[in-house]
């Protein structure tokens, strides 16, 4: 299958109609999308990731309103939590309507939903008039994509369509919660940080990111967001660096080249826009191993510490 890259929404809208799988831009990463209402389609998403069926994904709306059929329940706080970061990078996980298949569930009662920012997105969204089921546009396992070229290098060959809308302004995943006991909970790390649901909420949602048993989100898995080149936590050791890489949050003169620098000024913001992007260029140089240097605990270093943590586990 030969792999177009172009801005057409009207052509990207008309493969998604016919039961296609379209990579599309949003402001997190890429996703790869299919209409969730058409199993076939949605099943074309896991076999051109290489997916374990039992990993759910995400049903994209344009707002709220649109979801609401497809959700049994949808709790007050969730809604005020909706009207103040939505459309943004917050996914809802919430008990699922008959109108949802199990597919997208991972057989699962519960169905996680998100309302894309992106232009493009809220325009294909309105015009599909339907939900696009969509995970991140990478082969399972490896680095998620925030450019179409990320997407093409991954995924040319098996799908038809990418629909390119520059570089994701967020750079990093969408952070996904639940509702339990009357408190939200994190279950994945992302865009919104852990502070910002603070000052929304009154206190600091808890986090139950990690993996208990069966595989609630697939973001828990162990093994997740990593590199073909070993990849390690921390600062690189002095001796043999020439086939080492660093990368730094901000540049430091008593670490040696080679070395890359996510942020000028040592913002997290900036840094998480352009981790990704660092980390597919990282790892095309063909070297032995990267170290990555470990966030500050806050703000978006909660998420990048968790992606990096995940993407250095394959290699322990
Ligand atoms: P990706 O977009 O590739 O990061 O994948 C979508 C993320 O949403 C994964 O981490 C999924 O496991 C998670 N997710 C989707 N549906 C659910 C659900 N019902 N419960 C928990 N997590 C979910
Ligand atoms: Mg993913």
Redo the contacts with the bound molecule.
């Keep these: 299958m030969k792999t177009e890259v172009g801005t057409d929404i009207c052509s990207a809208l008309a493969l998604l109609q016919k039961g296609q799988q379209v990579a599309i831009p949003t402001e997190t ?1 890429y ?1 790869l999308a299919a209409d969730a209402n058409n199993e076939d389609a949605v099943l074309g998403i896991f076999s051109a990731k290489g997916r374990p069926h039992a ?4 049903l994209h709306f344009a707002q709220l309103e649109q979801a609401l059929p497809y959700v049994q329940a949808f709790p007050e706080v969730f809604k005020s939590l909706a009207k103040h970061f939505c459309p943004g990078p917050l ?1 809802f ?1 919430v008990p699922k309507s008959s109108l949802v298949s199990a597919l ?3 057989g ?1 009662t ?3 939903i998100r309302f894309p920012k992106h232009p493009m997105m809220q325009q294909l969204l309105n015009d599909l008039g339907r939900p696009l089921a ?3 546009a990478n082969l399972y396992g490896q680095l ?1 994509p925030t450019t179409a070229a990320h997407v093409f290098a991954q995924l040319q060959g098996r799908i038809p369509y990418i629909l390119d809308g520059g570089a994701c302004t967020e750079g990093l ?1 969408s952070t ?1 919660i ?1 509702f339990e006991n009357d408190r939200v909970l994190i ?2 790390y992302g865009s919104i940080t852990p502070e910002q649901l603070a000052a929304h909420l009154g206190y600091t949602p808890e986090a139950k990111v990690h993996e208990h048993g069966g ?6 898995v162990k093994h997740h967001y990593a590199t073909q080149t070993p990849l390690y936590l921390g600062l690189k050791p002095q001796e043999n660096t020439s086939q080492t890489l660093q990368i730094l949050l901000q540049d430091h003169p008593n670490v040696a080249e080679p070395k890359m620098i996510l942020s000028d000024s040592g913002s997290l913001v900036e840094a998480a826009q352009n981790l990704y992007a660092t980390l597919h260029l990282a790892d095309q140089k063909g070297l032995q191993r990267i170290f990555v240097e470990t966030f500050p605990d806050e703000g978006l270093g909660a998420a990048m510490n968790d992606r990096l943590s995940r993407a250095a586990a394959k290699f322990q």
């Design positions: 990463v996703g990993n759910p994904l995400i996914t996980i997208i569930t991972g699962q519960t169905v996680a969509a995970p991140s998620s995943e996904i639940g279950y994945r595989v609630l989100t697939s973001g828990m």
